[in-house]
């Protein structure tokens, strides 16, 4: 037994399509022209027939009125009901539409006469053209109209099964194509004929006709069960087709007399279903902008296209309207709708297909139009099959093929052009943002050229393409960056594809490159800066310790400020991080030396929980500096009363400080603002921090109380 997959290539859909399709079309027309010709035009006007159009010489004027139709010595009247288009429009009831049926068979058996005549309201007879077939010329533009919608129904179905046909999906999507081919085929031969048809015929194309149209319903249904997401495991679509394949064969067998239970009614509570379905979809894809799209997009086409048939057809059938006349023409609501299919699979990948749907189609009909131009040339202009031949490939070669690949080219380069400055960006930042992670980098690299809907994380080995191109598996960068998945690329306007794989290879290779280069750069940065903080600590720092045991009094102060600023400069400088722990620690030794120097008693007291944060150069610097500061305001009243109270509290949110120390003063209140003190609030503010001052007045003292999140010291580097 021959593998499905390659009975079913998309090629061979595609023409068995498109065969299916020549052969109805044949069919159609054998049938519309099999009749013999009358050569009058007839229409309804009121409650009798009248004459449309006739020759100029038969001197019948239009809207003369006819009352019966003759031939074989018998006469038979005709009412505008025997010209309806469309009998299931003009009847409530099918035993009505089987003697409508007969009155045809009747009449089709009166024009095959060689004495048929049209007996008109004043008793002449008109005799008809006597021709054995209708002219193809004679078929109107409603038939042909019809059948392009047939053709359009069928090929669009065909062409989405062509390459997902594993997808239930699309095969009810394309089940629908074959029910609009049932429908507007049968319908244009007999909707757009010139008196009467054989009433067995007529009896079957309208079968095929309510057929097709409840296939179609019981399609579109199916399909909003399955897309864009399943609504239950419950595999519903094989039951929904059955039921509607149920009501069409019950027609011809007539299981039931009423014409709106068996056809007009189970296509009108379809309709309304694909509402409530459609409702279910929209709750279903509120968490999937791309669903959500796709779902618009279909909805639009769907929900517009039908509706308006509904409207305009079904509704004043079921009111008893006969509306069958404009039946041909509200076929074109259908076309709308694959349409607008047609352009959701373009912006929006219905069905996950993509661009190459297209290029399919494209090349399709170029050969299509290579034969088409072939035949316009030896049937209508008579050349030599030849000469015509080679004219139509001249046209397609210099003409077709290469405006084809200009604008294919042209809507690649696009694409490329829009991978450009992605890539500029890419250096540009990895070089002027040297805090900025690489894992950050990466994942705003890969948003920037591939533009995916949404951006997760995934354990993956290798690049690789899944889900039929709707996600991307990005493999780590290097062994620090974890794996990543993108879905949905360009905002879920195309589908992945094996030149993203080239270009993801790529991005990693100069990504990598930028990474190698950067972390050269850091570390030369490093090493000059240890190299600074050496020079200036066994230098400048050597000589501020011996001046400040030289110069007396407030100059040894001064000197030994200096050291310590110079020293919180060099720690900043070497040590990239350092645990809190050991900061706790070098804060003691600084302070203990300053109040020895001052001959100040120092109290040190650290509570709760130290916790094992490592801070940064900066949180060193930043948190070094305020304590320092409050530390030095403090000695400058501390001579009244020789003694200073340090007090750090440590919480799992916050670092809390109070600085302690003998106050006589002004109040708190009467301070104005000084170098010193907006210095302390602008660190605290860049740390998210604040301080206040704490006055003891019945001890005559005053503490500084400052407080830091430690969320922000951890942030600072």
Known sequence: MPNLRNVLLPQRVLAAALALAALVVATAITLATGQPAVGIGLAIDGEQVVIATAPDEMDLPPGTPVVALQGHGRRLPLAPVDLTPEP????????????????????????????????????????????GRRPLGDLPFVFWFQILCAVGGLLAGASVLAFRWQDPTTRYYALTGVGMLMFASSAAIYS???????????????????????????????????????????????????????????????????????AHLPISLGYLSTYGLAAVQWWRTRGDPFQRAALRAFLLAWLFGSGAFVAVMVLPAMAGIDNGAIQGYAFGFFLLIYAGIAVGVLRYQLFRLDRWWFAAWGLFFGGLGVIALDLLFVYLLRIDGRTSLLVSLAIAGWLYFPLRQWLWGLFNR?????????????????????????????????????????????????DAIIDSGLSLEVAPASTTLPGMRLQYAERGQRLFQSEDLRLLAELRRLFDQIRRYR???????????????????????????TLSHQLPGEHAEQARRALEELRAVVYSMQTPSTPFDALLGQWRAEVAERCEAAEVALTWTVSGPVPDHVLGGGAVLALSRVLRECVSNALRHCPQAPELTVDLSCSETRLTVVVTHAYEGPATTTWQPSVGLNNLHERLRQMSGHI???????????SARWQVPWGQLLALD
């Not at 007529?202 to 399909?223: P, R, Y």
């Open 414 to 462: 696009r694409r490329v052009r829009a991978h450009a400055p992605a890539l500029v960006g890419l250096v540009t930042d990895a070089l002027s943002d040297r805090d900025q992670p690489a894992a950050d980098a990466w994942k705003a690299l890969l948003g920037a050229v591939f533009s995916p809907l949404s951006t997760s994380t995934a354990t993956v080995e290798t």
């Open 519 to 545: 972390g050269l750069l850091e570390e030369g940065v490093q090493r000059e800066r240890d190299r600074v903080a050496r020079d200036l600590h066994d230098d400048v720092g050597a000589r501020l310790l």
């Open 192 to 262: 757009t004929r010139e008196l009467a048809i054989d009433g067995t015929l007529f009896m079957a194309l309208s079968s095929i006709n309510e057929f097709g149209a409840l296939l179609f319903c019981g399609g579109l249904i199916a399909v909003l069960w399955y897309y864009p997401t399943r609504l239950a495991a419950f595999n519903a679509g094989p039951w929904i087709i059955a039921a509607y394949v149920g009501f069409g064969l019950s027609i011809p067998l007539r299981l039931h007399d009423s014409v709106e239970a068996l």
């Open 88 to 131: 299931d429009m003009a009847f409530t009831r099918y035993s009505d539409m089987d003697v409508f049926f007969d009155r045809q068979r009747g009449h089709a058996a009166l024009q095959q006469a060689a004495d048929a005549a049209l007996v008109l309201a004043d008793g002449r007879e008109v005799p008809l053209s006597g021709e």
């Open 692 to 702: 206040e001052w704490l006055a003891d007045d019945g001890r005559g003292r005053l």
